[in-house]
Nanobody
Framework: QVQLVESGGGLVQPGGSLRLSCVAS????????MGWYRQAPGKQRELVAI???????TYADSVKGRFTISRDDAKDTGYLQMNSLKPEDTAVYYC?????????????WGQGTQVTVSS
């Protein structure tokens, strides 16, 4: 059974930092792309950042220069370092792993972790 378990969310003041973690089990994490998405109340889920299994990264414009995605394949863990947080970063953050093998795609989601940026 595949599981992605996020942790590290919480309440932080504007300008503060948080580090989210995502531990994967049941898959060979190192050969999957790993990403972070977020969903704010009343809004659609949106991409925050992706790191391909080869290391290439993609960021949403809204977080460039503030957030950093990384992974430790030896620990089957992905990370999202969030600095200079803003109230508009408030959302539930979800970890995602996906990979396409031939004509078959595999995609998995974590349960989400709440990030609240407020004074």
């Amino acid at each position: 059974q595949v599981q992605l378990v996020e942790s590290g969310g919480g309440l932080v003041q504007p300008g503060g930092s948080l580090r989210l973690s995502c531990v994967a089990s049941g898959i060979i994490f190192s050969i999957y792309d790993m990403g972070w998405y977020r969903q704010a109340p009343g809004k659609q889920r949106e991409l925050v950042a992706i790191m391909a299994y080869g290391g290439r990264t993609t960021y949403a414009d809204s977080v460039k220069g503030r957030f950093t995605i990384s992974r430790d394949d030896a620990k089957d863990t992905g990370y999202l370092q969030m600095n200079s947080l803003k109230p508009e970063d408030t959302a539930v953050y979800y970890c995602n792993s996906k990979r396409t093998f031939g004509l078959t795609s595999y995609e998995y989601w974590g349960q989400g972790t709440q990030v609240t940026v407020s004074s």
